[in-house]
């Protein structure tokens, strides 16, 4: 487990480094099509292989086996200026408030650990990266896409 923390504690920077992309570039509700890009190559960085899902969700397995643990992140950001004045301040009239920039970021680092002890898993890990949460909207559209139907 000491291992483990280490590493996660070795992931600050490049934490930081999405956070602060995602909080930049923010998208709303299922108009995300730069954080879908910049999430689906941070994965594919990590030889994983993203699945689209519903309108604007993104999806992607680590593991193998019949038993399966989904990980959600939301990834969606509210239609209000940034006033905070920081150097990865948005610029386009939308914020990150609720901080859904950070939960992408830290999915992105599960994965990246996950991915690095795939072979101890005993089951499969699903991560789910879901639009539209602010709208009550992105969890009903990929739930009637299929992402609770398998693991793949």
């Not at 923390?5 to 923010?26: I, M």
């Not at 689906?40 to 969700?57: H, I, K, N």
């Not at 996950?114 to 969890?139: C, D, Y």
Request: proline share 5%; hydrophobic share 40%; with cysteine.
């Amino acid at each position: 487990m000491t291992d483990l923390y280490t590493e996660a504690k070795a992931l600050q920077g490049e934490l930081s480094r999405h956070r602060r992309w995602l909080h930049a570039h923010p998208g709303v509700a299922f108009d995300i099509g730069d954080t879908l890009s910049y999430v689906r190559s941070e994965l594919e960085a990590m030889d994983l292989s993203p699945v689209p899902c519903g309108r604007a969700g993104l999806t992607a397995t680590i593991g193998r086996g019949e038993k399966c643990i989904l990980l959600r992140a939301d990834m969606d950001a509210l239609p209000i200026p940034e006033e905070s004045g920081e150097e990865f301040a948005s610029r386009n009239g939308c914020m990150h408030a609720c901080g859904h920039d950070f939960h992408t970021a830290m999915l992105l680092g599960a994965a990246k650990l996950l991915k690095a002890r795939e072979s101890e898993l005993k089951g499969t890990v699903k991560l789910m990266f879901q639009p539209a949460e602010e709208i009550f909207e992105g969890a009903k559209d990929m739930i009637a896409s299929g992402v609770l139907e398998s693991p793949v």
